[in-house]
């Protein structure tokens, strides 16, 4: 489900592109050191836009480095370590396991089950550190399933589980952000499950799985209504965006914001998710 709030590369500064980079590179190294290496296939775009976000919004101190990697063995390339990143990797694997055994529960993807088993101890271990995310999550996941079990036509009811849960994963620290950190989560999350669903329809069809756009009126199950769904929850999530008091990085994550989600949504529209490496 997750995956879907990326750049747009070609709006961007090659600076602000490296910088991205930089976060990116970073949150991976941060999934092996804490996690360890099979954890770095869960990395997600989306994860690396939350730690640059709360790296901006709460100025922290970040260290640089020069690192070489699997995927790039022969040059050194630059990675970031703070401590938002370090929650972002305890996020990403909690977010992929619960990915990945919903993947079981709907579809019995064998290969999802046995992935979900290699990142159990992992995510016993976030479940731990951060036992209000963790919660929240499995809470709003399990309201999920009962939604989906009783096929909810309502798109905002549905989504809002998705969008909830987001929601406490931006909320990092209980203090004055977290309203404004709460909602963007929010519209982004259920932008986010909107997005997944109408992407699946022709699949969710042929097989028989439950989707709430194949639910909906005819007037309503295409593409010129979702955009104007999609536009609304983002617009939201952009009002929240812009009452914090951000500098650093910040046409970074107006990039992603105003021009990356919607360069995936056309890739959507093409029969094509992006590649979710850089």
């Given at each position: ?13 090659i600076k602000d592109y490296e910088r991205y980079r930089s976060f990116y590179c970073g949150l991976c190294e941060q999934l092996k050191d804490n ?140 203090d004055e952000w977290t309203t404004h950190l709460k909602k963007m989560g929010f519209y982004m999350g259920k932008y986010i499950y909107l997005m997944?669903a109408f992407e699946d329809r022709q699949s969710d069809r042929e097989t028989g799985q439950y989707n709430p756009w194949l639910l909906q009126e ?61």
């Amino acid at each position: 489900m997750f995956g879907y709030i990326s750049l747009n590369k070609g709006e961007m500064k090659i600076k602000d592109y490296e910088r991205y980079r930089s976060f990116y590179c970073g949150l991976c190294e941060q999934l092996k050191d804490n996690y360890g290496r099979f954890a770095q296939t869960t990395l997600t775009f989306d994860m690396t836009f939350l730690a640059i976000l709360l790296t901006s919004l709460y100025e922290l101190p970040t260290k640089e480095s020069m690192k070489r990697c699997l995927l790039h063995p022969v040059k050194k390339h630059k990675t970031l370590e703070n401590t938002a990143l370090s929650y972002c990797s305890s996020m990403n694997v909690l977010l992929a396991y619960h990915n990945l055994m919903d993947d079981w529960f709907d579809q019995k993807k064998v290969e999802s089950l046995v992935i979900a088993n290699r990142l159990k101890k992992q995510y016993k271990e976030v479940e731990r550190c951060y036992p209000r995310q963790a919660k929240a999550v499995r809470s709003y996941i399990r309201h999920l399933h009962i939604l989906e079990q009783k096929r909810e036509k309502d798109l905002d009811k549905v989504a809002g589980y998705t969008g909830r849960l987001l929601g406490e994963i931006f909320a990092w620290k209980q203090d004055e952000w977290t309203t404004h950190l709460k909602k963007m989560g929010f519209y982004m999350g259920k932008y986010i499950y909107l997005m997944d669903a109408f992407e699946d329809r022709q699949s969710d069809r042929e097989t028989g799985q439950y989707n709430p756009w194949l639910l909906q009126e005819e007037s309503k199950n295409n593409e010129t209504y979702c955009r104007m769904i999609l536009q609304m929850m983002m617009t939201e999530c952009a009002k929240e965006f812009e009452f914090l008091p951000l500098i650093d990085d910040v046409e970074i994550l107006r990039n992603v914001i105003y021009s990356g989600v919607w360069y995936q949504y056309a890739k959507m529209k093409e029969g094509k998710k992006q590649e979710r490496k850089l």
